[in-house]
């Protein structure tokens, strides 16, 4: 049986400090009513695939509840047992209502042997506008599992976030190779730890990449930052600080980073002293997410350049843009359609190159505007 409990709203959110409680439940779900490919509030994707999801008996049942039902998958419309010589790609997925939470997890029942990176089960969160399709993988998961022929317990614990999302389970393999059974899950649930609200805070890190283990940061509206970040930090500001309004990292050092947590949605190499691309500007489902609520920033003193579409759609910016003294590149599309800021633009004299459509849209800048000398490139 699938439970869906909501939490507070943005509203009583706001009103956090002053006595309201979000609730923390916000998923339960059983399998136990479902048969076949019919399970209320679910979605399989499984057209055109030989390796499908299902809901069933025959895989057994997970040990964090009683019941005897579990999602699964079958080659053949019914058996625990999946053609390792035939390559599919299989998503079953729900959505769920998120307030503001600090912190989210993921809990669930797991089995399934499969081949380690090419057979396996992935857990995604996505925005409730990507579909999934049958024969198309989604991307970069929050986790990945294989290697286990019996019932295990796994939980996912995933930073700050509101809004719509959508819970995605999937199943992938290749057609050689493969060990049974392939993929069950059972006894899913969500649950979301209530998010505090802090005015302003000022946070010193000693370490690149650590930011989102400083207390109480989701909830933060104005912050100035100091010592290393890198792409996971802004990152975190981006997709996981809900309320962040105003942002002062001018005695911050942006250094190198190289991985899959940064602000791209797979593996990439970030430099040292650029503002990563899609700082704020989420580029991992279509439509883009662009940081909204941002309304200031104050850029690194020591920014050499801004990646492409580092700022894209950030239309709450407003005021005057202060670009560093350093500053020798802007990325195409960096401050596209940030049409609230406002007042004259001073380019740095150190400047070389303008990307296409960097300020596309920024229809509130005002006055005369002065190319400096070195300028080789404008898009």
Known sequence: MKTKILTIGLAAALLANVGAKAQTAILSETFEEGSGTALAGWTFANDGQTNRWRVGAVAGNGAAAA????????????????????????????????????????????KGSGENGFDDLQVFLVEATVTPTAGEPLGNPLATFSGSDSWRQASITVPALKGNKRLVFSWRNDESLGKQPPAAIDNVTVTGAPLTLIPSMTAALTAAGTLQSVANIAGVQKLTLTGSIDARDVKFMRDNM?????????????????????TYPWWNSYPANEMPQYSFCNVSSYPYFAKTSLTSVKLPAGLTSIGEDAFNGCSGLSGNLTLPAGLTSIGSGAFYSCSELSDSLTLPAGLTAIGDWAFENCSGLSGNLTLPAGLTFIG
Do not use: Q
């Not at 998958?73 to 939470?101: M, N, R």
């Not at 809900?242 to 940064?262: H, I, K, P, R």
């Open 67 to 110: 019941g005897s039902k579990a999602a699964y998958i079958s080659d053949d419309e019914g058996s625990y047992h999946y053609a390792t010589d035939s390559s599919s790609v299989a998503h079953l997925y729900t959505d769920v209502t998120l307030s503001s939470t600090s912190s989210l997890t993921i809990s669930f029942d797991w």
């Open 242 to 262: 809900l309320f962040l309004t105003e942002l002062d990292l001018s005695g911050a050092t942006v250094v190198a980073y190289e991985g899959e947590d940064g």
